[in-house]
């Protein structure tokens, strides 16, 4: 999203600035200006690559504040520089990111200042990478910035263009305006605690429903899209906890976690924990059906088929609208595969549901382990369901949580634009 003018956002918001050695360097500059003119306080980290593009103080002069490039050097003044650098900001950015740097972070190397700084921030990051097209495309760095995403770092993707080596492709650093208002977005998120003094109860995961010792019925859910609303409504002020079925991703730093395998047991930590609970969200791939009898024994194949007998599991989403306390939001998901608004409806008046999210699993990079989601958000009250384009599962997660919002405000705020 590329924007003339970034908004203004609130200007206690701290941003820690990492830059790293590539022929980039020089825009970070820009990116650095841009977060000033929107209110932002900025402080600088540098690669000792990246001093041979851009000199430390260059920076310093512009942020005000000592530059840190090693954190032994003698001119730090703060020996514990990577802790109160990384803990201190709303949100980490890298740009520009270098193929090198991504490889450390994906992999937990914490050899430089800024490796360290990225293992010990617990705010959101923002990396904005920029390298020659073949190394861009390189399997090995895609399969870096893929672990990246997984763990819940927001990636601006490079432009395609003309690049300082000659060659022509992707790999060119972002603008730094989009940079800039890609970063204001997610500070947005950071400061906005909209969601302050509520406690979220959300289901994330797979849930395993055994046959035997060694065989089982699940399904593919990776948990993305669960512990996304779950670092959202953290971000945004709110206590978090998840009930964890089988899971593919780490859960969000600051989130409670209830690890669970059955629906059973996943039903059991529900109700121990809806009293406590001001908004519940399913958004669990809960299996409907378990085997009716689980054997004590590996099943030996000593025939041609096997037949199954499988009965109904607890419908936990239905169980926790059906008993809610007063003042209690219930959120419900809807995995499906045609007639998607539909059927999400139905389940929003059979559940008795405050808002219902409706995703088609067919869809290529939809629903289950991608790292975007195309959803329907619809909200009870409402003449007709809030469409949004294909987005990474924390921007669905975002406007999930802005639905919300408005429904506790009693819809007093405009309707959320399908952008
Ligand atoms: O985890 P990811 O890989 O990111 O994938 C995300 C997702 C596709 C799993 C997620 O977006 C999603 O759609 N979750 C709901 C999946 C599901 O079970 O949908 P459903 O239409 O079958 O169930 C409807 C609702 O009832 C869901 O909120 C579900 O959590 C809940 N349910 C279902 C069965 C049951 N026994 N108890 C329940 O609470």
Redesign the pocket.
Known sequence: MASSEPQSIDSKSKVALGVCGGIAAYKAVEVLRGLQRAGCTVRVAMTPRACEFVQPLTFKALSGSHVIVDDYAPDNPDPIAHITFSQSADLLIVAPATANIIAKFANGVADDFLTSTYLACSAPVLLAPAMNTTMWEHPATQRNLQKLRSDGVHIIEPDAGEMACGTIGPGRLSEPDRIVAAALELLKGTTQHDLSGERFLI????TREDIDPVRFISN???????FALAAAAKQRGARVTAVTGI?TVQPPVGVKTIEVKS?EEMADAVRNELQNSTIFI???????YRPAKQAAQKIKKNSESLTLELER??????QASATRHEGLLVI?????TENLVANAQI?LRSKNLDIV?A?D?TLANS????DT?TINIITRGDNEPLGLPSMS?AAAANKVLDAIVRLRSGRATAKTSTS
Request: cysteine-free; hydrophobic content about 45%; aromatic content about 4%.
């Open positions: 289901t994330v995961g797979a593919r859910s990776s948990g993305k899209m669960g899971t629906a399913a958004a669990a791939a809960v299996a409907d599991t607890p419908d936990i989403l239905a419900g998901f809807a995995a499906e389940k999210v995703n699993v629903g289950f382990d991608s989601n599962k």
